[in-house]
């Protein structure tokens, strides 16, 4: 910890009422990994019940969807409602100390940037529900289904978008150390780019092959 009182990147941020970072970060990631575990396993499982009717890769998509919408929801909500000054609390709760914890790879969120606060926002009023949404329609072979996927994940593509090009803009200089560049910034947001851009390709080839049918049988 630098003379600033804080781990952060850049040293000249700041964050007065600073208190220090209680939990390790195997106490901050390991929960969370374990909770995103059994939300898998969770929905694996009964999408296997519904009679056979789901093949494979609808079951997979419904494990994604489930699991990035509780994320954007849970995650979202806490940063814009319950946690707007987590890194001075004194006594922290879990959500605090991963906010702390995160911020090591994008100081952003301790300093409450504002595009952080607009991308949050978006996050919790569109991604999360659609992602939610989402799990429904696969479910019940909604009409909807492909359309919804597609929008939603262009909407996560456009989030990587600007969260990625800000970053940029703005210095790219707000992560403590290599690691957390590469652990954090890099590597827990990854998964929301190569993702959406393979179920993105998917949904736009599945309605061209219905448009293309329906228009062999107008014929």
């Known amino acids: 910890m630098g003379g600033s009182g804080h781990p952060y990147s850049p040293a000249e941020l700041e964050l007065p009422g600073f208190v220090p970072q209680r939990l390790s970060q195997g106490e901050i990631v390991a929960p969370f990994l374990a909770a995103s575990l059994l939300v898998v396993l969770a929905v694996w499982i009964i999408s296997g019940r519904c009679g056979g ?32 000054d987590f890194f001075s609390k004194e006594n922290p709760s879990y959500f605090h100390e991963l906010f702390k914890e995160y911020s090591k790879g994008d100081s952003r969120y301790a300093a409450r940037d504002t595009v952080i606060l607009a991308l949050e926002v978006i996050t919790i009023g569109f991604k999360g529900p659609a992602s939610l949404l989402a799990v429904y329609a696969i479910a019940t072979r909604k009409s909807y289904s492909y359309i919804l996927q597609f929008a939603a994940c262009l909407c996560q593509l456009y989030g990587c978008l600007v969260y990625f090009t800000t970053a940029y803009l703005g210095g790219f200089n707000f992560w403590a150390s290599p690691f957390y560049f590469w652990a954090y910034f890099i590597g827990t947001n990854s998964p929301w780019v190569v993702i959406p851009t393979l179920v993105a390709t998917r949904s736009w080839k599945t309605i061209s092959a219905a448009f293309r049918a329906e228009k062999v049988k107008t014929r």
């Open 53 to 84: 009717r789901l093949s494979r890769t609808d079951r997979s998509l419904m494990c994604w969807w489930a699991f990035t919408g509780l994320t954007h929801v849970v995650l979202a909500g806490s940063f814009l409602f319950f946690t707007p």
